[in-house]
T-cell receptor
Framework: DAEITQSPRHKITETGRQVTLACHQT?????MFWYRQDLGHGLRLIHY???????NKGEVSDGYSVSRSNTEDLPLTLESAASSQTSVYFC???????????FGPGTRLTVL | AQSVTQLDSQVPVFEEAPVELRCNYS??????LFWYVQYPNQGLQLLLK??????LVKGINGFEAEFNKSQTSFHLRKPSVHISDTAEYFC????????????FGSGTRLLVRP
């Protein structure tokens, strides 16, 4: 079955380190999204991509970057991790003929 | 700009009782509306969505929601809840004919007690 996966599921890192969170989907969806989930804020969009070589900033993009070199993957990089980036991160993808986004299981990131 | 408000951060309810989770939105253009559910330690999954047509939308697990354009609301209901319905519920909105971005509410935690 097609699916969307995220790795690692849990990550602890130190302030200032570079961290990359992986997202991989097997639906061949063009549209992919990264969100962070924080208590009281719901999910907030970090970055999104409409296809290979396309990336766009969301509402909370500072300190994050993404790259899209193929259809299946959209890795999220924290250039210099900060404690304010401690959160749960969700990746999602959307196909061309549906308004439904499909979410991965999430990555819990702790920045000490 | 769009926004979504879920006024209730937590809703406790006894098993087999009815429940309503409230969602209000604001937008200057037409929107699509969604409810997602998040079970503990899992990702979000779609519960139901309103795109057009009948304002009463039925979803999975016996949930339904009603789109009320005049009140800009999309409340989620279930006539009889189960312990297994304990989860976080998110309302979301997307502009019609616009980008694919979803705007989420802050979530409502449904706590079903025996």
């Amino acid at each position: 079955d097609a699916e969307i996966t995220q790795s690692p599921r849990h990550k602890i890192t130190e302030t200032g380190r570079q961290v990359t969170l992986a997202c991989h989907q097997t639906w061949n969806h063009n549209n992919m999204f990264w969100y962070r989930q924080d208590l009281g804020h719901g999910l907030r969009l970090i970055h999104y991509s409409y296809g290979v070589q396309d990336t766009n900033k969301g509402e909370v993009s500072d300190g994050y970057s993404v790259s899209r070199s193929n259809t299946e993957d959209l890795p999220l990089t924290l250039e210099s991790a900060a404690s304010s980036q401690t959160s749960v991160y969700f990746c999602a993808s959307r196909g061309p003929s549906t308004d439904t986004q499909y979410f991965g299981p999430g990555t819990r990131l702790t920045v000490l | 700009a769009q926004s979504v408000t879920q006024l209730d951060s937590q809703v406790p309810v006894f098993e087999e009782a009815p429940v309503e989770l409230r969602c209000n939105y604001s937008s200057s253009v037409s929107v699509y509306l969604f409810w997602y559910v998040q079970y503990p330690n899992q990702g979000l999954q779609l519960l139901l969505k309103y795109l057009s047509g009948s304002t009463l939308v039925k979803g999975i697990n016996g949930f339904e929601a009603e789109f009320n354009k005049s009140q800009t609301s999309f409340h989620l209901r279930k006539p009889s809840v189960h312990i297994s319905d304990t989860a976080e519920y998110f309302c979301a909105v997307k502009e019609v004919d616009s980008s694919y971005k979803l705007i989420f509410g802050s979530g409502t935690r449904l706590l079903v007690r025996p």
